[in-house]
């Protein structure tokens, strides 16, 4: 089960980009890193996947490096609803026994 | 429309009952599945169905018992609660195997409480 640590929270004012990076040093060949946004009282939300180098939606972008062992999850300016957790998620290849598992995320704090 | 919904949102109970969470799903997704969130936050997978078979059943008391009469149905069942077992539960669904490549969809929980 790969691994993963982000940090436990952060801050940012509104209009601003944030940042998220998660590192997930033994992910493996097949794996797909995903992250997710949880509000308060709500269940998680997906907001994007990507194997490697960039993906970008209408919500955020996600930026994987060659090596795969990181990605950054970018939120473009950022509003008071943005607030909530967010879930760096590596799951544990195409098809297989999936057993994942979410930690602790990283709890983002929008200031006006 | 809900995709998938839980019954019910918050339930109040004492130690030493049996209670039971219901979950629907209405996206077609093959897969479902339960998680528990502790205090901390911290999202744990307890069990996982696909097509209506066992596929996940983590180390969780033999007193929580999953049962899938369908594959949009995945129901969960607790007896004899204790007060560690006050959590918030999320059902999922996921289209095929996991959320590798599909990503979950939640349902938006069902508080519970032991008193």
């Known amino acids: 089960l790969a691994k993963t640590t982000q940090p436990i929270s952060m801050d940012s004012y509104e209009g601003q980009e944030v940042n998220i990076t998660c590192s997930h040093n033994n992910i493996a060949t097949n794996d797909y890193i995903t992250w997710y946004q949880q509000f308060p009282s709500q269940g998680p939300r997906f907001i994007i996947q990507g194997y490697k180098t960039k993906v970008t939606n209408e919500v955020a972008s996600l930026f994987i490096p060659a090596d795969r062992k990181s990605s950054t999850l970018s939120l473009p300016r950022v509003s008071l609803s943005d607030t909530a957790v967010y879930y760096c998620l590596v799951g544990e290849g195409l098809g297989g026994y999936q057993k994942v598992t979410f930690g602790i995320g990283t709890k983002l704090q929008v200031i006006p | 429309d809900t995709a998938v919904s839980q019954t019910p949102k918050y339930l109040v109970t004492q130690m030493g009952n049996d209670k039971s969470i219901k979950c629907e799903q209405n996206?077609?997704?093959?897969?479902m599945y339960w998680y528990k969130q502790d205090s901390k936050k911290f999202l744990k997978i307890m069990f996982s169905y696909n097509n209506k078979e066992l596929i996940i059943n983590e180390t969780v008391p033999n007193r929580f018992s999953p049962k899938s009469p369908d594959k949009a149905h995945l129901n969960l069942h607790i007896n004899s609660l204790e007060l560690g077992d006050s959590a918030v539960y999320f059902c999922a669904s996921s289209q095929g195997w996991g959320a590798g490549n599909y990503g979950y969809t939640f349902g938006s929980g069902t508080r519970l409480t032991v008193v």
């Open positions: 996206l077609g997704h093959d897969t």
